[in-house]
C-alpha cells in the first residue's frame, strides 16, 4: 500500500493537534507505572471512565504488586466486578503480580518483550506503557487510532500491526512521544465512529477521507 499523505501535511497536521492539546495525557488515572499498568489491563473492552470507576475504589486499598496480590482472585473480583471480562482480568492481574513480585522485585519492567510476558499483557497495552509510564516513543493502536489513521490517510493499514508501524515511520520526530495520545483523542471526540464532527475538525482541509463519505453537517 503507497502512502496517500505527503511529509508536509502530516507535520501540519501534528503541529495542529499539538496546538489544540499541548500536553495531552491519558484519561485513565494512575500515580505510578504499576497503576498504569493495572488501569490499561484492565481497560480491554472498557472505557476509561469505568476503569476509573473501579481503581478509584482498588488502588487507595492495594496500589502495588504484593498488595494487590495479597487480595487475590477473588478479593481483586470485588473492586472490578463493573468492568466487562471482569473475572478472567482478575485472574491476568494476580498472575501478572505474582511474576512482577519474583521476576522482576515488583518493578514495572521497561521492554516491550518483558511486558508481554505478562498475563493479560498485549502489544497495545506494553505501547501504553512504554510510552506513557516511560517516555518511549512507542505506538498504542486501539480502534480510534486505527480509524483516524485510515480515514484520514495518515497511515493507512490493514492491520493495527500495520498501522502502528507505518505510524511510527512517518511521524515527525518531534511529535512521536504525543502523537499516541493526540490520535486516540481526536478519534475519540472529533472522528468519531458512526458520525465524525468533520466541520468542528481542526484537520478537516488536511484530511484526505473522501468528500462522498463525509457527513454533510
Known sequence: MIDAMNKQKRTEIFARLK???????TELKYSSPFELLVAVT????A???GVNKATDKLFPVANT?????????????HYIKTIGLFNSKAENVIKACRILIDKHDSVVPQ???????LPGVGRKTANVVLNTAFGQPAMAVDTHIFRVSNRTRIAP???VVEVEKRLMRVIPDEYIIDAHHWLILHGRYTCIARKPKCGSCIIEDLC??????RPDY
Open 19 to 25: 496546538a489544540q492539546r499541548p500536553h495531552p495525557e
Open 42 to 45: 484492565l481497560s480491554a473492552q
Open 47 to 49: 472505557t476509561d471512565v
Open 65 to 77: 504488586p504484593e498488595a494487590i496480590y495479597a487480595l487475590g482472585v477473588d478479593g481483586l473480583k
Open 111 to 117: 521492554t516491550r518483550e518483558e511486558l508481554e510476558e
Open 157 to 159: 493499514g490493514k492491520n
Open 208 to 213: 484526505e477521507m473522501p468528500m462522498s463519505q
